[in-house]
């Protein structure tokens, strides 16, 4: 049961309880009362038989108040019950009771009311009834029984009713307060314990026998939260050693190139000692240096863009067809540079959500690794193909099964080229990788930010991208993309 469920029920239950002692007790007095008002109807009934001869004696209420008394018998004085007797003017000529000295006259519309009738109070039950001589009323006497055992009785079940009430009430004041401490008190301590555990020593607590209750589920989502930190710890500690490696990286890739210029540019300084053959060649060098160091910085800014979570690239809706018809032209002459032939297939219909320069960037960097590493006489491949179309004949066979699998509904943009497997599958993607001493050499070498680049170009425009190398057949990268079908 949840937290709220029984805070609610004890609330009715606390708040129902004074209500439900009250309604017992209205009904342990009524059922009181009434079995108590017959026994003393009766009773006074027949006490009323036994005197009656002498209260409905005519000379009682003929006399003054003074007098009556001395002419009631002793033994009808003695008696337990209240006498009142009226004479028919209502003055009260006699009373039993201690005030009998305050004798009064009373009004005879209200004397004359409820003959007969048993009139029950809090304290007494009676009875008032008219003396008559020729017809004519000379007096009314009235009787009261005294009710003190009723009285008794309900005081009694007042008394029952409050200890009832009392009992239940510190019953349900102890349930709640074990259901808190069980619910609440012990859970929220366990809670607090964890969180000063984690915050002490960031070392996740897992909570075990969790309830399905609100603390339950606080419980399961300050582990969530937990795991989150640690993920998000782990994340800032990688890219910290990413900022780390890059900045080692950067630092000796760039040292060569600047070494190269410094010392170029002082053989140029030295006039007398180069041939102008010399100078130009020189000259040349040091444009293909500072090229390159160029595209080393372009690589690291872009890197580091892409690296941020904040940094966004719009992705306009784009014809499809036309756009890999464009993103595929100028690298024929590249592959005729290479020797090496390119065969390029467009089948995709729809449209396509596309930034062109990072799709530009993208493809070529994958083409630079492509003709970097493919012989001369080799082939290289590049695709566009929609979710409902055949993979071209020419993409490796091997590869084909597990291409199909993961483009089911999706577009996908396929560059293969024939050469060496990667060996380190796993590692192609880290940032500054250079690659296998066999396939790097010191006239190929970059920044090793190619393919981490290409990496998060794909993930950019919501789609991934995997990497299949053969053993003697060469290298197939596939991205995938959300293509929408256009109409027909």
């Known amino acids: 049961m949840k937290i709220r469920t029984w805070l609610i029920i004890s609330y009715l239950i606390v708040l129902l309880l004074p209500l439900a002692a009250a309604y017992g007790f209205f009904i342990l007095v009524q059922e009181w009362n009434q079995s108590k008002e017959l026994t003393d109807s009766f009773e006074l009934y027949e006490r009323i038989e036994s005197m009656e001869e002498e209260l409905q004696s005519p000379t009682l209420y003929q006399n003054g108040p003074g007098e009556v008394g001395n002419q009631l018998s002793a033994e009808l004085k003695a008696s337990d019950i209240n006498i009142k007797l009226y004479r028919n003017d209502g003055l009260i000529i006699f009373r039993s009771d201690a005030e009998k000295q305050t004798l009064k006259q009373v009004d005879r519309q209200n004397l004359f009311k409820n003959l007969y009738q048993y009139d029950l109070s809090y304290d007494s039950l009676t009875i008032k009834k008219p003396v008559y001589q020729d017809d004519q009323i000379l007096g009314i006497y009235e009787v009261s029984v005294d009710r003190s055992e009723w009285v008794d009785g309900v005081q009694n079940r007042r008394n029952m009713m409050i200890i009832v009430s009392f009992s239940l009430f510190l019953m349900v004041y102890v349930v709640v307060i074990v259901m808190l401490n069980r619910k609440l008190n012990r859970p929220l301590n366990k809670l607090m314990r964890g969180m000063s555990i984690f915050s002490s020593t960031q070392k996740p607590i897992y909570f075990q026998d969790k309830k399905k209750d609100e603390i339950g589920q606080l419980m399961e989502h300050f582990e969530q939260m937990q795991e989150e930190i ?21 630092s000796h890739d760039i040292k060569t ?35 390159h160091i160029k595209g080393m910085i372009e690589d690291l800014t872009l890197y580091a863009k892409l690296q941020s979570a904040q940094y966004d690239i719009e992705l306009p809706n784009v014809d499809a067809e036309e756009f890999f ?20 297939t467009n089948i995709v219909d729809g449209t396509c959500y596309m930034n062109d320069q990072q799709m530009v960037r993208y493809l070529d960097n994958l083409m630079s690794n492509a003709l970097r590493f493919t012989p001369q006489g080799g082939t290289i491949g590049l695709a566009a193909v929609d979710p409902i179309q055949a993979l071209p004949d020419w993409v490796f066979s091997e590869a084909k099964e597990d291409i199909n699998q993961i483009r ?11 050469g060496p497997e990667i060996q380190d599958k796993e590692s192609i993607f880290m940032p500054f990788f250079q690659g296998e001493e ?38 197939v990268i596939v991205m995938t993309f959300q293509i929408e079908k256009g109409n027909e």
Do not use: C
């Open 230 to 250: 640690k993920a998000a710890q782990l994340q800032t500690k990688q890219e910290q050693e990413e900022k780390q490696l890059m900045m080692a990286s950067f």
């Open 257 to 291: 190139p600047l070494t190269s210029l410094q010392a170029y540019a002082e053989a140029l300084q030295d006039e007398h000692s180069l041939t102008d053959k010399e100078r130009k060649e020189y000259l040349q060098i040091m444009k293909n240096k500072s090229t």
């Open 325 to 344: 018809d464009m993103l595929f032209e100028g690298y024929d002459e590249l592959a005729r540079k290479h020797q090496v032939y390119l065969r390029k």
């Open 408 to 418: 089911e509904g999706k577009g996908i943009l396929l560059v293969q080229n024939e």
């Open 438 to 475: 066999a396939r790097t050499s010191d006239k190929t070498k970059n920044t090793g930010l190619g393919l981490n680049i290409a990496k998060r170009i794909a993930e950019k425009h919501q789609g991934e991208m995997k990497l299949w190398s053969l053993e003697y057949r060469g290298t």
